[in-house]
């Protein structure tokens, strides 16, 4: 038993030195992090000049899910990242050769394919999904968070145009979001009803306790097994999950 004690504790302390030796002599250097530490996760979430159209569009609807933490759960928030991204991959994928939009209706641009077009076309996208999602009527400018307008016309671009034509990075952009939306209106989750439940739907168990005194486990959970979990150096004392 001592033997393989020291043995797991010889591998464990090599794994240790080998990757203390990997991050010392492969951490990116401080200079690349703007001049601060080499990963300065407290600057994360304030938007940069280098940063690209993705990482500024995410930032713009995190500040929303800060802004108004109540109105925005973990489940709408999952949703409303899950709708934002896809209208900018369909934006992106309408100029990429071997892309294909993951939406129904999803668009094939006709205009000439440069960055400067994508990501004009994933802006229109990403704007037109967030203020669906967080209309500025029901989510004003709050503390540092401002509408996703204000983003837009940074960019240069006209939060009034809403050209679907496709020989056009706006209409694009607009096209591929106005496809997401159409989608995700009817996906079950009630958005324009505020995402109240419409199904009547009552859990079967309590919060903290999902077995019953006639049987060994309900019926919603029937289908779950036990999975012994055993310490490798204790084999006879075992939890069950």
């Not at 690209?52 to 930032?59: F, P, Q, R, T």
């Not at 899910?65 to 925005?72: F, M």
């Not at 994933?122 to 500025?136: G, K, N, Q």
Request: charged share 15%; proline share 6%.
């Amino acid at each position: 038993m001592r033997l393989t004690l020291a043995k797991t504790t010889l591998v464990v302390g090599a794994l240790v030195a080998a990757t203390t030796v990997a991050v010392t002599t492969h951490t990116p250097d401080a200079a690349a992090a703007g001049g601060g530490p080499a990963w300065p996760i407290d600057t994360y979430g304030t938007t940069r000049s280098t940063d690209n159209v993705v990482l500024k569009w995410d930032e713009q609807l995190l500040s929303t899910i800060r802004a108004y933490p109540a109105q925005t759960g973990p489940t709408v928030v999952a949703r409303a990242l899950g709708v934002v991204h896809t209208a900018m991959y369909d934006a992106w994928a309408a100029y990429d050769p071997k892309a294909v939009g993951s939406t129904e209706g999803a668009p094939v641009a006709t205009g000439a394919n440069t960055s400067t077009a994508r990501d004009e076309a994933m802006s229109y996208a990403a704007y037109r999904t967030l203020v669906d999602l967080f209309p500025p009527a029901a989510f004003p400018n709050k503390g540092a968070f401002v509408t996703p307008d204000v983003l837009l016309r940074a960019q240069s671009h006209d939060p009034a145009n809403e050209t679907l034509d496709l020989s056009t990075p706006a209409g694009v952009g607009n096209a591929a979001a106005a496809a997401v939306i159409a989608y995700r209106h009817n996906d079950g989750s009630n958005q324009l009803g505020a995402y109240t439940d419409t199904t009547g739907y009552t859990a079967k168990n309590t919060w903290n306790q999902a077995f019953d005194e006639n049987s060994h486990l309900t019926s919603k959970w029937s289908g779950v097994s036990y999975m012994p979990l055993c310490c490798a150096w204790r084999r006879n004392s075992c939890a069950m999950l």
